[in-house]
Structures are given as C-alpha cells and as structure tokens.
C-alpha cells in the first residue's frame, strides 16, 4: 500500500474514533438526565437498576436490597429537601434582581439549606449505618475496595 494512502486511511480511522468517543461521551448515563429533571418513574427505575446492579455485584440478599432500598430512598428525600421546591437558578437570580446583591435573603436561602442538611442527616447517617452494618465482611471488603478507587472522569 502507498504511504500517502496509509496515512490518510489511518487519519480517517483516527478521526472518526475520536468523535465517536466525544459523542458517546457526551450522553447521559443510562438514559436518565439530572437528578432535578427525573420523574417519579424514572427515579423508581434509577432506584431499581441501581439495587439490581449491586445485588450483582456484591450479592446481596433479600434484607440487604431491602436496607438499600431504604437508603436510596433517604438520599433522594434528602436530596428533595434540599433542593427545595422553588427553581434554584431563580432564587439566586432573585437575589441578583435589582442593583444589588441581596444579602439578607441569601443568608436566608443559606440558613434554609443548612436547616434542611441539619434536619436530615440523622435519617441519612441511620439509613447509611443500617445497610453498611448488614453488609457481610468479604462485602464490607469490596464496598471499601470501591470507595478507594477513583470515579469519574476528572479523578
């Protein structure tokens, strides 16, 4: 085969596995958006693809999944809490409405987040102990073995 032909085969090649990778990168996970834009339906089948996936990996049984269950639930309702009903990206542009930044209301907001951490975590930290305490040792192993190894793509 000609240099010159090789080269560009191989530049084609390479270009179209480079914006491959950007494209397939650029989706979301699992065909679920954010957190904020999930439904009902779509955080139940998040909750149950994400006890499916770790019954398989760590093969937990029936209480197990259950405490799980328990503790994704707690997360999200924290999670819920903390968002709060109203559009975020509204109340700090509220905050930002006229000429100056308004810090009374934002300390206010801050405060309200804080309370609703505050007020959560007992629940959280119980739902969290509860599932890791019912965890095997070999499984306790594997669930640090996990915790230690970085995720993501900026890790």
Excluded: C
Aim: charged content about 25%; cysteine-free; glycine content about 8%.
């Amino acid at each position: 085969m000609r240099p010159w032909l090789k080269r560009t085969l191989i530049g084609v090649f390479g270009a179209s596995a480079l914006f491959g990778g950007f494209a397939a990168w650029s989706q979301h996970p699992h065909g679920f958006g954010r957190w904020e834009s999930m439904s009902e339906a779509d955080v139940a089948r998040f909750k149950s693809r994400a006890i499916d996936h770790a019954t398989r990996s760590l093969d937990l049984d029936a209480v197990q999944q259950a405490r799980l269950g328990v503790l994704i639930d707690t997360l999200q309702q924290q999670r819920q809490a903390l968002r709060g009903s109203a559009d975020p990206r509204a109340q700090f542009q509220a905050l930002m409405g006229d000429g100056t930044f308004d810090r009374w209301h934002a300390q206010d907001l801050i405060n309200s987040k804080l309370a609703s951490v505050r007020d959560g975590s007992p629940k959280l930290v119980a739902a969290v102990g509860d599932f890791y305490d019912s965890l095997r040792p070999e499984q306790q192993r594997q669930v640090r073995d996990f915790l230690q190894r970085r995720h993501g793509p900026w890790s």
